[in-house]
């Protein structure tokens, strides 16, 4: 396997542009952030910093998942083979997360014809996932780790929000792990505003 734990800290990114800081909102309408358009010449490089499980480390296997079908360990979930989990703060407040979850739809085949599956993450209960995913025709599954007990088991919850809603989001990631578990490489980034683009995903990918 070839070394790409730093692939994303030098590679370059769409900047998500906003209006709001990163401190932690006190109610729901200081969360309803809102989002420009993404601006295609604003290029930055997307800051990978140090957090969760190394890469070569061992995934939470016994973590649980909400679905509308019912409670998925990650174990059950790596049965269907390797994954890409794409976690992001909420599917109905940040409006970072939900454009980078409706852009990446148009890599799932791309993902899948390199024998991966695609799962974005959040914190939010099925049903608001549910809604999200059905209005926007996703064809990827959401996962719902309401409680955060999944974020936890990974260590990426982002420690800055210590009351309001934003208790228990994990910093914007991106973790791939093989069906055996291991976690194969990833992505954390400090600044919610900054997303891998869709090429630097199947990039990971290439370079496993």
Known sequence: MKRIASLFAVAP???????????????DSEIAETAEPLATDEIAAVPTIDAGLAVGATAPLN???????????????LEDGPAIFVFTRSVEWCP???????GINAIVSDVK??????YGVSYDSVEGQDRFSKNQMLDYTLLSDEGSATIDAFDIRDPQYTEGKAVGVPYASVIVV????????????GDFKKRPTNDQLLAIIDAI
């Open 96 to 102: 970072f997360c939900q454009t980078q979850l409706k």
């Open 113 to 118: 014809e390199r024998g991966y599956s695609l």
């Open 13 to 27: 990114a769409l900047t998500f542009a906003a209006c709001t800081e990163a401190g932690p909102p006190a109610d």
């Open 178 to 189: 093989d069906q055996d578990g291991k976690i194969t490489a990833k992505s954390v980034s």
């Open 63 to 77: 973590a649980k998942f909400q679905t509308g079908n019912g409670e998925k360990t990650l174990e059950a979930i």
